[in-house]
């Protein structure tokens, strides 16, 4: 095996990885919300704090890369990942789990970025969208893969083996990282801007804290002013980045069309398909009564028409252009939200197949094409910068679409019956995931070939 293909074997485990504590842990959620009774908005904080560490140190990887070197960067970060995922599963309050789900953020977060720059890095031109193939390969084998197994390890054992199992992954992943990275000379980098770091997260902390309130029925003055805050502190962080000369998120790089698209392109596929798997997977637990196992079944009728979109994309992309395929997933994915709206009953899971089946197909063709695209702009250094802008909002994608639904869901639940307002929700959620249609005279309408 080449060298850079043992790069890109590091960063698609690390990946991998990241995906799965995306996916595993959910499907566990309502037996962690009953054993600490907690409520479903509550209990979206278990995504939620392991985004905000990924968030936290997603923009010091590179800096912490250049002063440690890559191989011990990426070495420790899975060690420091096994020892928190065995920490979560040991966890006694839901207190100590968002608190360990914090930490494994952070370490989860060191690794991305950089086995992402250095992958595409070493794969230019159109081997780009073969290394993004992977990628997404990647993420279909999580949803695939993890779901179902998940279910089956609550149904069999309990929830805590949803983290237990992580650690055997991440042990593999840090030992493949000091193994195979090559030590390289260290490269003195500036220091990381701290105060835009602190300004960044603290936005993304109020948001997520005003939406889960509110999604909680605990809408009012301190709902409204975490939500005000957010705002606040993201204009201040915008002011801020224009003054200093190495911002911790380059805010610059959005005025590449292809990046800024691709962004928008993640919040409304990916991120808002995390919010409507989240609530669809309560909705037919405590109101369908489904078991665990059963609700990650669909998981693998998700990933299987995302590996059918991947296949297309692959083939595609250089034919069609990202314009042309950005649509089609948008339209796709949306519809098979707003079939969840015909399930009424455990009988309809021809419905649930036919939904998961739709949203897999539009799902893996819009991320494949966003990822594919988001840094087609960049190269070198600037790539690095590139990757902590793109893999930052990817993360706040998934957290701010577990964190949007349940609002929304809230606000349906004070006029109407639970599955009238689950509906109601998942026919909303269909119309967001369309918006980003509005954006896609940003693109040229020439196909775009690569060299």
């Known amino acids: 095996m080449t060298y850079r293909y043992r790069i890109a074997t590091v960063f698609l485990m690390g990946f991998f990885i990241d995906c799965i504590n995306i996916f ?34 997603i923009p010091l990887s590179p800096w912490l890369a250049g002063r440690w070197g890559a191989r011990s960067l990426l070495t420790a970060s899975m060690l420091a990942f096994a020892g928190a995922v065995w920490a979560c599963g040991e966890a006694s309050t839901f207190g100590q789990l968002v608190g360990w789900r914090f930490v494994q953020g952070m370490a989860g977060g060191l690794l991305i970025p950089v ?53 055997p992954l991440a042990l593999a992943a840090a030992a493949l990282s000091w193994l195979w990275v090559r030590k390289q000379p260290l490269q003195a980098q500036a220091r990381p801007d701290f105060q835009g770091l602190l300004l960044i997260s603290a936005a993304l902390t109020c948001a997520l ?131 969840l709206a015909a399930v009424d009953s455990t009988q309809d899971r021809p419905i649930l197949i036919l939904a998961y089946a739709l949203m897999g197909i539009g799902g893996g063709l819009g991320a494949n094409t966003a990822q594919t695209t988001a840094l087609m702009d960049f190269d070198g250094a600037q ?14 994608a998934f957290s701010v679409g577990a964190a949007l639904l349940p609002m929304l869901l809230h606000v349906f639940l004070q006029r109407y019956s639970a599955p009238e307002a689950y509906h109601l929700t998942f026919a909303m959620a269909a119309l967001l995931g369309m918006v980003p249609l509005l954006q896609l005279r940003r693109l040229r309408t020439e196909r775009t070939h690569h060299d």
């Open 24 to 57: 595993m842990p959910a499907v566990a959620l309502p037996r962690m919300a009953a054993e600490f009774q907690i409520d479903s908005a509550t209990s979206a904080w278990v995504a939620n704090a392991y985004i905000l560490g990924l968030s936290l140190s």
């Open 115 to 167: 086995g992402q720059a250095m992958s595409f890095n070493l794969f230019q031109g159109p081997q780009r969208a073969r290394i993004s193939t992977w990628v997404m390969a990647m993420a279909l084998l999580a949803p695939a893969l993890s779901p179902t197994l998940g279910g089956w390890i609550v149904d069999q054992a309990s929830w805590r083996w949803v983290f237990h199992a992580n650690i």
């Open 383 to 396: 790539t690095h910068q590139a990757s902590v802008l793109w893999n930052i909002n990817r993360q706040m």
């Open 209 to 339: 804290l005003g939406m889960s309130m509110y999604g909680a029925g605990q809408a009012g003055v301190a709902a409204g002013g975490c939500l005000g805050g957010a705002v606040l502190l993201a204009r201040f962080y915008a002011r801020h980045s224009r003054r200093v000369g190495h911002a911790i998120v380059d805010l610059r790089l959005l005025k590449s069309p292809r990046l800024a698209l691709s962004i928008w392109v993640y919040y409304a596929i990916p991120g808002i398909f995390t919010g409507v798997n989240l609530l669809n997977i309560f909705y037919l637990q405590d109101t369908l009564h489904m078991s665990a196992e059963q609700t990650g079944m669909f998981m693998v009728v998700y990933a299987a028409g995302a590996l059918v979109a991947m296949l297309v994309c692959g083939r595609m992309y250089n034919r069609a252009g990202a314009r042309v395929l950005f649509m089609l997933a948008m339209l796709l994915h949306s519809l098979g939200i707003a079939t």
